[in-house]
């Protein structure tokens, strides 16, 4: 069972333009809400995270919306740049378990 | 280096061989967290250790897999009879703090595993 949904599973995006990807979750218990950052070869790198006493958090570019009540949350990049490119993967964890759950990943690509 | 180290980078081997793949995390780091990463999909969780001992090892597909952290620092993970839908990256990743949700997870680069 899949514990953390992502979409959309690729993402094509002008240079200047707003990157989006969502994540729904469904155990309550969470309460911790990560994105990671993963480029080829390399291992994923933590980007921004937000817990469920906030409904925002902004960090430079990158902003995470979390919707408490619909068990959602989102990534948003503003001015996408091509260094931006990569493969973004939602996450959470919290309640009686020590894992971190990932969403599938969404592929960026980001068009100069 | 300051980060987690693991390695081979790429190990191919036979189907039916045993694979052993290390993970060296950041100094201090109480928490570490083995992962499987299959291509086009995100980090499966394996298990996880505080410490010396698997707290977790929910996420071992079956008794092929095996993993260890005997001084608390560095760890181990063994596959025995490797079958080629082991291939996959494995990940490792280490927290300074207990339990999952009150730290950052370092990920290394991986070991890239292929058994053909």
């Known amino acids: 069972q899949q514990q953390v949904k992502q979409s959309p599973q690729s993402l094509i995006v002008q240079k200047g333009g707003i990157s989006i990807i969502n994540c729904a979750y469904e155990n309550t218990a969470f309460d911790y809400f990560p994105w990671y950052q993963q480029f080829p070869g390399k291992g994923p790198a933590l980007l921004i995270a937000?817990?469920?006493?906030?409904s925002e958090k902004k960090e430079g570019r990158f902003t995470i919306s979390f919707n408490k009540s619909a068990k959602q949350f989102s990534l948003h990049i503003m001015d996408s740049q091509p260094g931006d490119s990569a493969t973004y993967f939602c996450?959470?964890?919290?309640?009686?378990?020590?894992?971190?759950?990932f969403g599938t990943g969404t592929s960026l690509t980001v068009i100069p | 280096g300051a980060g987690v180290s693991q390695t081979p980078s790429n190990k191919v081997t036979e189907k039916g061989k045993y694979v052993e793949l290390r993970c060296d995390p950041i100094?201090?780091?109480?928490?570490l967290y083995w992962y499987r990463q299959s291509l086009g999909q995100g980090p499966e969780f394996l298990i996880y250790?505080?410490?010396?001992?698997?707290?977790?090892d929910s996420g071992l597909p079956n008794d092929r897999f095996f993993a260890v952290r005997p001084e608390g620092s560095v760890s181990t993970l063994k596959i025995q009879r490797t079958e080629r839908g082991d291939s996959a990256v494995y990940l490792c990743a280490s927290s300074f703090m207990a339990g999952a949700n009150t730290g950052e997870l370092f990920f290394g680069e991986g070991s890239r595993l292929t058994v053909l």
């Open positions: 937000i817990r469920p006493d906030v």
């Open positions: 250790f505080q410490g010396t001992g698997a707290a977790d």
């Open positions: 996450a959470a964890s919290g309640g009686t378990g020590n894992q971190f759950y």
């Open positions: 100094s201090g780091h109480t928490a």
